[in-house]
């Protein structure tokens, strides 16, 4: 780990401890409001929060699940409780290199610690790369924590970090640690209807045992979604990355996808991201389907 990862990791996991001593002073501060919350409403991100004293915002499932959005879920799971993620993904690159990769199982294992506090392990995941010859190895993993900061009646914010392991092998992996920090925040704007997104920061690795080398970026992302009957869920979202890997410039992308609620513990999904414009020649495209199951009270 270089002074850069070491000084950002101590940093946000102070700003993390801090953020747990306020939230546990302001609650203990506050006396309950003995008013009603708005019923909530389904996003990928989060549910309509609700003043102290009255029903949890992130009690469903659906304001748990972070996947398949590009921005991270606000809500963390609650103490004893694991919420398990997986989904596969085919990215498409056409043009210039045109080829195609499949990822999976993208497993996230997210663990409830305290109140309002998780910690999550990303496994390695199988990715192979068409070609002659093609290519198979396994992606980094990552190691990381989120905390639900509050809410309000209409908004819920938190942060998260997490840490890359260089792990995975082939041309897989960045040979080198990562550190990616997000704050994240969901807003209701009606029973049905929510805004969800992230602002995050990330420096990863992306180079060779012979030539190391390192990039970071901005990443802000913006989402909308729409509750439907039957326990469906659609959104659409945008967002930019300021560079996508060393000496390259920025893209902005958009993916939309829904989610279906199979009783309180299992969701399904489906996304498609596409990353507009070219970058080395080639655009990039992907589908993929995904499912959620929490494991607890």
């Known amino acids: 780990m270089n002074d850069f990862s070491a000084n950002f990791l101590r940093c946000a996991a102070a700003a993390l401890i801090a953020g747990l001593a306020l ?26 929060a609700a003043p102290a004293g009255v029903a949890d915002p992130c009690a469903s499932l659906s304001t748990l699940v972070s996947r398949p959005t590009f921005s991270t879920a606000t809500c963390a799971v609650k ?22 990769l499949v990822s999976y199982p993208q497993a996230s294992l997210r663990v409830g610690a305290a109140h309002n506090l998780e910690f999550d392990l990303n496994p390695e995941s199988i990715a192979r790369l068409s070609g002659n010859p093609r290519i198979t190895g396994t992606t980094d993993s990552a190691i990381g924590a989120k905390y639900e900061i509050g809410y309000t009646s209409r908004l819920v914010y938190g942060v998260n970090v997490l840490y890359t392991l ?24 009606s029973p049905a209807f929510g805004l969800f997104g992230t602002l995050g920061y990330n ?10 080398a390192r990039y970071h970026n901005f990443q802000p992302s913006l989402g909308a979604s729409l509750a439907l009957p039957q326990g469906f869920n659609v959104f659409l979202e945008g967002f930019n990355l300021s560079s996508t890997g060393p000496g390259l410039g920025g893209r902005f992308g958009y993916d939309a996808g829904f ?24 655009h990039l495209h992907s589908i993929g389907f995904g499912a959620a199951y929490l494991i607890g009270s």
């Open 23 to 48: 939230a546990d002073a302001a609650r203990a501060q506050a006396a309950p409001a003995p008013t009603l919350s708005p019923s909530p409403v389904p996003s990928p991100l989060a549910s309509p």
């Open 203 to 212: 420096e990863q690795s992306a180079g060779t045992d012979a030539a190391p």
């Open 79 to 100: 103490p004893a409780n694991l919420l398990v993620e997986t989904g596969y993904t085919n990215t498409t690159a056409s043009g210039a290199g045109a080829s195609n």
């Open 259 to 282: 989610q279906k609620d199979i009783g309180s513990r299992l969701q399904l999904d489906f996304n498609y991201f596409n990353y507009l414009g070219i970058q080395n020649g080639s």
């Open 166 to 189: 260089s792990t995975g092998n082939g041309p897989f992996t960045g040979n080198g640690d990562g550190i990616l920090a997000n704050v994240n925040a969901g807003l209701t704007l």
